[in-house]
């Protein structure tokens, strides 16, 4: 098998095309200040069209991942691949009015739906020599298409000529070298091995219903967990910078793209000290410690927004919330994998997905509630929310005795999806 087989590289392919959607899906963060002042938009509307990406999002990961496990990944993928192009047009047409604005977002909200649920899964397959570095892989594919993403927006829109347009130029080149590397990469397929042989794939339908999502483990961990992953990076990114903007000058746009980079770079750098947490409920208490400490912190950022340290506060909790974010992610992806039959592998990981999206609207009602509450106040509650959440895990989140209850190590075959009736895990 060359080095662009399934083992090999081939999931550098895969991880390229899910980056450049994660790029596609944040580069419109740190414009929000820009079209604020642009097309005299509110607060709540600014943060309506971030939010919109949640409304496209969620149908794109319910339905990417089991048609993906019906047809493949990469007819998923390169579909996706192209629509978050395409939403990036819309972007770009939108900088005269705030209608192609909610259109983007929402036509790049259903290309990441499909592309992240797709994505996930044929890492992971590619991945079939390392298959413990698979939740890593695709955390730092997106984390790289999240910070990249935003930090080169945010400093095209700083300084270059057509702040409402040159921002997305990068995007689209990345599109034109990801679609046909996508385009080449070894197919997997998600139906049984049975059902393959005798040529007779599993009806679509059937392929919408994912048993593990009702079971008990899913319901009292992963639904709880889930949206903190992202509600802790979107309040990080989306909410916090707006609050010191007064303090930043002619320079919001690029201190914006720049949280946004440290978010998702904390995100990354905390990867290899999660996997050395080898036991679940451990992984699962440290990632939601690390979200109730980091919304301590962005309330004290909030608290002190118009002062000098107001900047700083916010970039120290946007490094707290992004290793939240990183720490949430792999424990989340991890715990899908271990539930997951390797049929219903993309399939639940939508399913997980959607849930944790969610959480990328977490600045729509903040802003919302604005007029109810200061920021401190809103996020002191965010915070008693998040410590209410880690208690109630750490009575929910321990693993049955029959459970081993450490991660397998890289490789094994037990920690291939579909191993969680053969080691019993109680859902």
């Known amino acids: 098998m060359n080095d662009f087989g399934i083992g090999g590289r081939a999931w550098w392919r895969a991880g390229l095309a899910v980056a450049t959607v994660g790029w596609g899906a944040q580069q419109f963060a740190p ?9 005299g938009l509110s607060a709540t509307t600014v943060q309506a069209t971030f939010g919109m990406y949640v409304l496209g999002l969620v149908p794109g990961l319910l339905l990417g991942g089991p048609v993906s496990d019906r047809y493949g990944r990469r007819r998923v993928l390169v579909p996706a691949l192209a629509a978050s192009a395409a939403g990036t047009v819309l972007l770009v047409l939108g900088g005269t009015g705030s209608g192609r604005l909610f259109a983007g977002r929402l036509v790049a909200g259903v290309a990441s739906g499909a592309a992240f649920s797709a994505g996930s899964a044929w890492i992971k397959e590619l991945s079939a020599a390392a298959a413990g570095s698979a939740p890593r892989r695709l955390t730092i594919a997106m984390s790289i298409g999240f910070g990249l993403g935003p930090l080169v927006a945010g400093v095209l829109a700083q300084w270059a000529p057509d702040p409402t347009a040159a921002p997305y130029v ?31 794939p599993p009806r679509l339908r ?3 219903r994912v048993p593990e999502a009702r079971g008990r483990r899913f319901l009292t961990v992963l639904v709880p967990l889930a949206p903190w992953v992202f509600g802790s990076a979107s309040i990080a990114l989306a909410y916090l910078p707006a609050l010191v903007g007064g303090r930043l000058g002619g320079h919001a746009l690029v201190y914006g793209a720049a949280v946004t980079t440290l978010t998702a770079a904390a995100g990354i750098a905390v990867q290899p000290l999660a996997r ?42 946007a490094l707290v ?43 729509f009602p903040l802003a919302a509630a604005g ?17 209410l959440t880690l208690a ?22 037990d920690d291939q999806p579909g191993m969680a009736d053969a080691r019993n895990v109680r859902r």
């Not at 992610?329 to 592998?345: H, M, S, T, W």
């Not at 109630?392 to 075959?413: N, S």
């Open 206 to 208: 059937d392929a919408l």
């Open 371 to 387: 007029r109810l509450a200061s920021p401190p106040v809103l996020l002191l509650a965010v915070t008693g929310l998040a410590a």
């Open 170 to 200: 990068p995007h689209l080149l990345l599109a034109g070298l990801a679609l046909p590397l996508a385009a080449r990469a070894p197919e997997t397929a998600g139906m049984p091995e049975t059902a393959r042989r005798a040529g007779t």
């Open 321 to 363: 919330l992004g290793a939240a974010y990183g720490c949430c992610q792999v424990c989340g992806l991890q715990e899908v994998q271990r539930l997951a039959r390797p049929e219903r592998l993309a399939a639940l990981t939508s399913a997980y997905q959607a849930v944790s999206y969610v959480g990328f609207a977490a600045p």
């Open 31 to 39: 414009l929000l200040p820009l079209y604020r002042t642009r097309l």
């Open 276 to 317: 050395r947490i080898r036991t679940p409920r451990r992984l699962l208490m440290t990632a939601m410690g690390l979200v109730t400490a980091g919304m301590l912190v962005a309330t004290g950022a909030a608290a002190a927004a118009g002062a000098a340290a107001g900047p700083v506060l916010v970039v120290a909790a």
């Open 392 to 413: 109630a895990l750490a009575r929910t989140g321990r693993v049955g005795r029959e459970e081993p209850g450490a991660i397998p190590a890289a490789g094994r075959p």
